[in-house]
């Protein structure tokens, strides 16, 4: 009777855990800003636009056939892949950059309150002759519900930054990056967060020359936050009476042998 009814513990405490460690389903908004910017750093006026959903098209001055892509998911590992790539314009001015903004709001932590570790990787496309072209972009993670929210097209989704954002990781094609991967963590992640990626794409063409027609650039932007759970020890009256397992099977051999 006593080791079934371990057995039921047993299996109610492997059922619990297992409950806890499966995230729940939630609703995830992506915004996606899509700019040109200057020598400076600063937007190109009317070289900006504002969209909701995983996918976006757009067309600037120096960059033409913008295509941006997102792909996410939730869990123990949260993740953020961004895909972008562009042609280029034949006047194109190597000191204007392409800057991509991509914020997803619906990540779920199964294990609140514990520390998590943010990677940021960045890895250039090589469709380009003539020149280099180089990705560079950040990770950062906010906390929900936002301040400006992912919903609407009127600005740049923002809200508390709760870890990050980290280094810039960037990698260049032909040629290679050294710092394609950054990391860094929060010390207690909460329940629900965002992450935010912010992406520039630069094309610059070799000394004395010019970018071949028909180049593209842009590559992939890659997020990913890893949560786990902390050891739980076990339940007070659980150990007790594992503890007691051993000396109920000697007090039944010393009965037998009484006997």
């Given at each position: 009777m006593f080791l079934r009814k371990?057995?039921?513990?047993?299996?109610?405490?492997?059922?619990?855990?297992?409950?806890?460690?499966?995230?729940?389903?939630?609703?995830?908004?992506?915004?996606?800003?899509?700019?040109?910017?200057?020598?400076?750093?600063?937007?190109?006026?009317?070289?900006?636009?504002?969209?909701?959903?995983?996918?976006?098209?757009?067309?600037?001055?120096?960059?033409?056939?913008?295509?941006?892509?997102?792909?996410?998911?939730?869990?123990?590992?949260?993740?953020?892949?961004?895909?972008v790539s562009a042609n280029l314009s034949s006047t194109l001015d190597p000191s204007h950059t392409l800057q991509v903004v991509v914020t997803n709001d619906g990540y779920i932590n199964p294990f609140p309150g514990q520390p998590a570790a943010i990677t940021n990787t960045a890895g250039a496309s090589s469709a380009i002759g003539g020149g280099t072209n180089t990705i560079t972009g950040t990770t950062e993670l906010m906390s929900v519900p936002l301040t400006n929210p992912t919903t609407q097209t009127s600005t740049v989704a923002s809200g508390t930054v709760i870890a990050g954002p980290t280094a810039a990781a960037a990698d260049t094609r032909p040629g290679g990056g050294s710092s394609n991967e950054t990391t860094t963590s929060s010390s207690s992640l909460p329940d629900n967060y965002a992450i935010q990626q912010t992406i520039t794409v630069r094309a610059t063409p070799n000394a004395g020359g010019s970018i071949a027609t028909g180049s593209t650039v842009g590559g992939t932007m890659g997020s990913t936050v890893f949560t786990a759970a902390a050891p739980v020890p076990a339940p007070a009256g659980l150990v007790l009476a594992l503890t007691a397992i051993p000396a109920l099977g000697l007090r039944r051999v010393l009965r037998r042998k009484t006997a």
């Open positions: 371990m057995r039921w513990l047993c299996a109610a405490l492997v059922a619990t855990v297992a409950t806890v460690a499966t995230p729940a389903l939630s609703k995830a908004d992506t915004q996606i800003l899509i700019q040109e910017l200057d020598g400076g750093g600063s937007p190109v006026g009317g070289q900006l636009q504002i969209t909701t959903g995983t996918s976006a098209s757009f067309a600037t001055t120096n960059f033409t056939n913008i295509q941006v892509t997102t792909n996410s998911g939730s869990g123990a590992i949260g993740s953020l892949t961004t895909n």
